[in-house]
């Protein structure tokens, strides 16, 4: 059976490379609360692979944008998907 995983993460001397994938995205989100956690008045919410921020957020735009988050106007929140994407 031919391996097609992607070269660059084929180099974990023969290890899952998605269980490194994982752990990115893990210290990923960590990052994130913990840069969300110094901001009063807001509610954060985990729910699969997207972080969801509400509440009082009007005061903290530019941080949530500096972070990457966006608005969802449907849900009134501002969201931060925390999927894996390979590098090029």
């Not at 972070?67 to 106007?73: A, I, M, N, S, V």
């Amino acid at each position: 059976m031919k391996n097609n995983y992607d070269p660059k993460i084929k180099s974990f001397k023969g290890q899952d490379p998605y269980f490194y994938a994982e752990r990115r995205l893990a210290q990923k989100s960590a990052r994130l609360v913990d840069a969300l956690k110094d901001l009063n008045g807001v509610q954060l919410e985990i729910v699969r692979y997207c972080l969801y921020v509400s509440g009082n957020t009007f005061p903290h735009k530019d941080a949530l944008l500096d972070l990457g988050f966006k608005w969802d106007y449907k849900k009134r929140k501002w969201y931060h998907s925390m999927t894996f994407t390979r590098a090029n």
